[in-house]
C-alpha cells in the first residue's frame, strides 16, 4: 500500500510562484512514474507533468517553460515548480502514482491564483 501526501498549494497572485510537493510513503518500488493533475473548477482533470523513477519528464504543452517537475529520491518526494502563474492554473493539483500496475492518488492540494 503507498499514500501520497500533497502540500505546498495556496493563495499567490498572477506571474508569482509557488512549489507543490508530493511526499510518498509505503511499499515504493521501481519502475515508477508520479504525474501532477489539474482539476480546475467546472472542468475535467487535465494532466500537468511526469516524472519517472529514472528522471525522464515531460510536460503539458501548457506548462512548459513556466512549470518544472522534480524529486528527491530519498525522501520519496516528488516536486512542481511553478512559475508565471496564470488565472487558468488555480484550482486542485493531484499526485498520482503508477508502479506494479496499480495506481494512487494523493488528497489534492489547492492553488489560487487571483490578485
Known amino acids: 500500500q503507498v499514500q501520497l501526501v500533497e502540500s505546498g498549494g495556496g493563495l499567490v497572485q498572477p506571474g508569482g510562484s509557488l512549489r507543490l510537493s508530493c511526499v510518498a510513503s509505503g511499499d515504493i518500488a521501481e519502475p515508477y512514474a508520479v504525474g501532477w493533475y489539474l482539476e480546475a473548477p467546472g472542468k475535467q482533470q487535465d494532466f500537468v507533468a511526469q516524472?519517472?523513477?529514472?528522471?525522464?519528464?515531460n510536460y503539458a504543452a501548457a506548462v512548459k517553460g513556466r512549470i518544472t517537475i522534480s524529486r528527491d529520491s530519498a525522501k520519496n518526494a516528488v516536486y512542481l515548480q511553478m512559475n508565471s502563474l496564470k488565472p487558468e492554473d488555480a484550482g486542485v493539483y493531484y499526485c498520482?502514482?503508477?508502479?506494479?500496475?496499480?495506481?494512487?492518488w494523493g488528497q489534492g492540494t489547492q492553488v489560487i491564483v487571483s490578485s
Open positions: 516524472i519517472t523513477n529514472s528522471g525522464a519528464t
Open positions: 498520482r502514482l503508477l508502479q506494479k500496475g496499480y495506481t494512487y
